[in-house]
């Protein structure tokens, strides 16, 4: 739920998001003068000069003050916990929950992981404006974007370690749209996730992994990690210039500057920073970010009755429009019984796939190819990037170490493709007309355009700036290697299109106040609905 200042903040974004959309038409308008003058190169206008004198889209940098004060709000509410008994559970995983919401934890302290993950959008990225341009989200150094939208941490903990299923052919599990966070050293993919915004260079940015050690060992919850982890953070000997370390961003080739350590200590710190991802996994498993409380999950337990629209809905979900291929509703034709996986669906089967998305060109990464003022270069080859998803994981080329060496000879097979992402929140948004970012580069701008993309994908525009773009036909994929055939020409109407949007909204938590349901009663009516199909 949104914290008290949601609304006010809601309120005033309306404004903004006012102006977003005249800043989207002039975006628009200048996207096409550029692209009108280098040819074939869509490039927005922020394309040349980016570290130079690029500023964030208008009215970006407002809502990220604002969510700035959300989470400084939200901090301070929950350090006052330290002050109450908790049990171990609960220890744990409000210490996850400070480590999520204090901003302290990156390079400039102006960016915590909530920043691009506020639990009233469904923990991915807050700002309208930003989701209505560059999808990709600023890092605590603010000219350096990631190249992918953020994606939601919600239900992440479910995922299970990365592996390869030779019968299937497929790679399960793992965290992140590329499965980099495989789960193999922590036996935890939200752990390893966890681990890896707070020294991305692009992201919260700190140079050393031993700066949140660090950081936190002088931040206001010390004591609950000491609590929970023991006294070992108190016990390091910090050099004397460990604030001027900890606070210099990355430099040229990535270069950053390392915090001088003994090899104890350094022991100490690295021990350190896997207990700060595992108190965070810890929240994330929590019921207050997977509470399975959606009208959905009443459906199911009888407890709610879908309208017509939304029964049609999931009636196509499951049929006609395929989604139930990769996002499992626990619901699969021919299934019996009623498992738990059925009682509590995550919408997901954790496996890859590439749907033939376009590029998507308002990605500032795509423009920094030059030096920023650190002599930072985020994307030397600069347009020509291709984001090749978890076949680039699996390759080796993106720098992430592959677990399991015999996994980097199916790479070419898994070019393209990202993680399915459960559709749990897939809806979620303070208020009716917040614009959220989808697919995992953020092209497309709502549940209807993603219906849409799935229903006539294979209608392409004869060039790239045709006028019909998104409504009668669409671009090239990014990659078209492996591109999954099972959707892009499903034959829905547009009535039925807004049936599955209207079903996909019923899986938005906080319609029920429980934070579990009866798993014997949901079982029970799934054993009844699947009798009653397949009479």
């Keep these: 739920m949104p914290n008290r200042k949601t609304n006010a903040i809601s309120a005033r974004s309306g404004v903004i998001v006012a102006l977003c959309a005249c800043a989207g038409l002039l975006l628009l308008g200048r996207w096409v003068l550029t692209a009108g003058a280098l040819g074939d190169d869509p490039s927005p206008y922020w394309a040349s000069g980016i570290h130079a004198d690029y500023d964030l889209p208008h009215g970006a940098r407002e809502q990220l003050e604002e969510v700035n004060e959300q989470i400084d709000e939200t901090e301070r509410d929950t350090l006052q916990l330290l002050n109450t008994e908790l049990d171990p559970i609960h220890q744990i995983q409000t210490l996850g929950k400070l480590e999520l919401f204090d901003r302290a934890l990156s390079v400039k302290k102006n960016e915590a992981c909530s920043t691009c993950h506020m639990p009233y959008t469904g923990d991915t990225g807050p700002s309208p404006v930003l989701n209505s341009t560059t999808a990709a989200y600023p890092g605590s150094v603010r000219s350096r974007f990631s190249a992918r939208k953020p994606m939601s941490y919600t239900y992440a903990t479910l995922s299970p370690v990365l592996h390869y299923n030779a019968t299937q052919h497929d790679f399960y599990g793992g965290n992140f749209w590329d499965m980099r966070a495989t789960g193999w050293r922590l036996q935890s993919p939200a752990a390893e996730q966890a681990q890896g915004p707070p020294t991305n260079p692009v992201e919260m940015g700190l140079p050393d992994s031993a700066c949140v050690a660090h950081r936190v060992s002088v931040g206001r919850y010390e004591s609950l990690f000491v609590k929970v982890w023991g006294p070992a953070i108190q016990s390091i000997h910090w050099p004397t210039d460990v604030d001027k370390i900890c606070g210099t961003p990355s430099g040229k080739d990535g270069a ?81 019984g009623g498992s738990v996986a059925d009682a509590a669906p995550v919408f997901t089967d954790f496996t890859s796939s590439n749907l033939g998305v376009p590029k998507n060109p308002d990605i500032p990464y795509y423009y920094e190819d030059k030096p920023d003022k650190y002599g930072f270069v985020a994307n030397p080859v600069g347009i020509k990037f291709v984001d090749l998803g978890v076949g680039a994981f699996l390759s080796g080329a993106q720098g992430t170490p592959v677990p399991d060496k015999s996994w980097m000879q199916y790479a070419p097979a898994f070019d393209g493709k990202v993680q399915v992402p459960t559709l749990r929140n897939v809806d979620k948004r303070p208020y009716p007309g917040f614009v959220k970012a989808y697919m995992h580069n953020g092209y497309l701008k709502s549940l209807k355009e993603v219906v849409h993309f799935y229903n006539t994908r294979d209608k392409q525009c004869p060039t790239p700036n045709d006028p019909n773009v998104k409504k009668t036909c669409w671009p090239a994929p990014e990659v078209s290697a492996n591109e999954d055939t099972t959707v892009g020409n499903l034959g829905l109407s547009d009535a039925d299109e807004n049936d599955v949007v209207a079903f996909l909204k019923t899986l938005t938590d906080g319609y029920t106040s429980k934070s579990s349901v009866d798993l014997s009663s949901v079982q029970e009516n799934i054993r009844a609905r699947r009798e009653s199909q397949q009479n």
Excluded: M, W
Excluded at 271 to 285: K, N, R, W
Excluded at 310 to 333: P, V
């Design 256 to 336: 950053a500057p390392q915090v001088n350590l003994s090899s104890e200590d350094r022991a100490k710190v690295n021990t350190i920073y896997d207990q700060f991802a595992l108190s965070i996994a810890a929240y994330e498993a929590s019921p207050e970010v997977n509470a399975f409380s959606s009208k959905f999950d009443a459906y199911l337990a009888g407890s709610a009755t879908l309208t017509p629209s939304e029964k049609h809905g999931y009636e196509l979900f499951n049929g006609q429009a395929k989604c139930n291929t990769c996002h499992l509703s626990g619901t699969a034709s021919g299934a019996t």
